[in-house]
T-cell receptor, first 113, second 117 residues
Framework: DTEVTQTPKHLVMGMTNKKSLKCEQH?????MYWYKQKAKKPPELMFV???????INESVPSRFSPECPNSSLLNLHLHALQPEDSALYLC????????????FGPGTRLTVT | AQSVTQLGSHVSVSEGALVLLRCNYS??????LFWYVQYPNQGLQLLLK??????LVKGINGFEAEFKKSETSFHLTKPSAHMSDAAEYFC???????????????FGTGTQLKVEL
């Protein structure tokens, strides 16, 4: 099974709201990722977690706060977002060894009003 | 730094015709290369991967890609296009892995494939 699940599928939030995106995988993968994708563009890496530790933060604004409670779960906490943060947020996971393919979830479509 | 270039942001083919989507890579070390497909409002699905085991790689849905080191290319092909193949296709290259685990994928800008009757 190569499934990564994400909830919610859609999210509309105001600029003063606090919300969270959730990602889950049960493939035993040790690395998990958050990407942001704008329309007609490739995904942009935001964060990488490896063995539940944050290993990469691609200079993402602090209004995005990642959390990895355990090896199967990855959250993205959102606070005081801007309209330009509206995008498709993708979660991915990978084995973390010498096989480098990443498996992506279906994404959360976020709209900031 | 590693990178990939996808030639042609839009490709249109007739149903039943050959599909050819182009990807050229730049890497100072043997690359790990991937093709992903994305249908509207969905995540990315892995089509196939090259990890140096074989230069001709077969993937899902009848797609295949050939790694040509002399041309630094990894073009995606399918002998006969189907309407269901209409989607966005991304070529990607991976680094050699991060010190703490995981890896960084660098994506091309994508090619929108349109399949016409």
């Amino acid at each position: 099974d190569t499934e990564v699940t994400q909830t919610p599928k859609h999210l509309v939030m105001g600029m003063t709201n606090k919300k969270s995106l959730k990602c889950e995988q049960h493939m035993g993968h040790r690395a998990m990722y958050w990407y942001k994708q704008k329309a007609k563009k490739p995904p942009e890496l935001m964060f990488v977690y490896s063995y539940e530790k944050l290993s990469i933060n691609e200079s993402v604004p602090s209004r995005f706060s990642p959390e990895c409670p355990n090896s199967s779960l990855l959250n993205l906490h959102l606070h005081a977002l801007q309209p330009e943060d509206s995008a498709l947020y993708l979660c991915a996971s990978s084995h973390g060894g010498t096989t480098y393919e990443q498996y992506f979830g279906p994404g959360t479509r976020l709209t900031v009003t | 730094a590693q990178s990939v270039t996808q030639l042609g942001s839009h490709v249109s083919v007739s149903e039943g015709a050959l599909v050819l989507l182009r990807c050229n890579y730049s890497s100072s070390v043997p690359p790990y290369l991937f093709w992903y497909v994305q249908y509207p409002n969905q995540g990315l699905q892995l089509l196939l991967k090259y990890t140096s085991a074989a230069t001709l790689v077969k993937g899902i849905n009848g797609f295949e890609a050939e790694f040509k080191k002399s041309e630094t290319s990894f073009h995606l092909t399918k002998p006969s296009a189907h309407m269901s193949d209409a989607a966005e296709y991304f070529c990607a290259v991976s680094d050699q892995g991060l010190t703490g685990g995981g890896n960084k994928l660098t994506f091309g800008t994508g090619t929108q494939l349109k399949v016409e009757l």
